[in-house]
């Protein structure tokens, strides 16, 4: 009896096992696309006439949850809804809601989702009652026209109501907003004291090549640190060390009292702190964004009842996480470093 006990309890504590990778960084993050479909079609994400995943080769909601709650064994503490956009899966919320018990019992720090705002009119109060805290929300301009014209379908109206439900409900708001050279540098200034004016934080991201586009990403490509000399000859920047469990660096604007994030993958990779990992809707586990080397957990999960195979998985694949990227804007080839979109890997 004494030995079947001791067995057992060394395969909880093996299920229990803190991810680390093979550059001694402690895997904590995991962002979960729950969908590749999305009711945007931005210019710089996808294809206009973009190709989706058929349905029947997604991940269940109960398998979403079930995969999800294997990495909350391992020490995952702050988990991310994405997509596509992650509020057009049908029943979405019904995963929400199971997942929110790890946060009532403590597993978990963080539940929350990257969005564009659209479906949040109608959503923001049952995430706040889910115990969703704070969202991101994907905001790249504050012109109406041009906001359409991005999106090539959304209506900034929609976005602005959600925005404001997701407030009333007391869910914190992140702005991220996609820096592109010629359509938004010339708004950063304005789009900053907006968001700040308004209780929110702004996070600026550098394009990045993944997926084949309609757009010329050599055209798009916009470096942080250049929009960041230019703020800093109208703002005080002065940096914080403030952190939400993302790559950003944050720096506080003296002048309107917000925070201001820069994410660059480009300029200067954050990728010495990675403590990040991605799941596809299908199952796909990817150790880092910018590299094609990737996991099968569905086959693994789908092998057993049991999640055995599925912690196995998991821990052969952290095993081989590397220690970085190869982003690279490819001025001669100009094609993108990663083949697929970002809305199949998760934004």
Known sequence: MSSAIDIKTLSQDSSRQAMIDPFGRRITYLRVSVTDRCDFRCTYCMAEDMTFLPRRDLLTLEEID???SAFVEKGVKR?????????????VMSLVRSLSRHLSSGALEELTLTTNGSQLSRFAADLADCGVKRLNVSLDTLDADKFRAITRRGDLSVVMAGIRAAQRAGIAIKLNAVALKGFND?????????????????????????????????????????????????FTLTGIPYKTGGPARYFRVEETGGRLGFITPMTHNFCESCNRVRVTCTGTLFMCLGQEDAADLRTAMRASEGDEKLREAIDEAIARKPKGHDFVIDRLTRKPAVARHMSMTGG
């Open 66 to 68: 079930r995969l999800a």
């Open 79 to 91: 988990l991310r809804l994405t997509g596509g956009e992650p509020l057009v899966r049908r029943n």
């Open 186 to 234: 010339a708004e950063i200034p304005s789009m900053l004291r907006w968001a700040h004016g308004e209780g929110m934080d702004l996070t600026l991201i550098e394009t990045m090549p993944m997926g084949e586009i309609d757009e010329d990403r050599t055209d798009q490509y916009l470096p942080l640190s250049q929009v960041r000399q230019d703020l800093s000859e109208r």
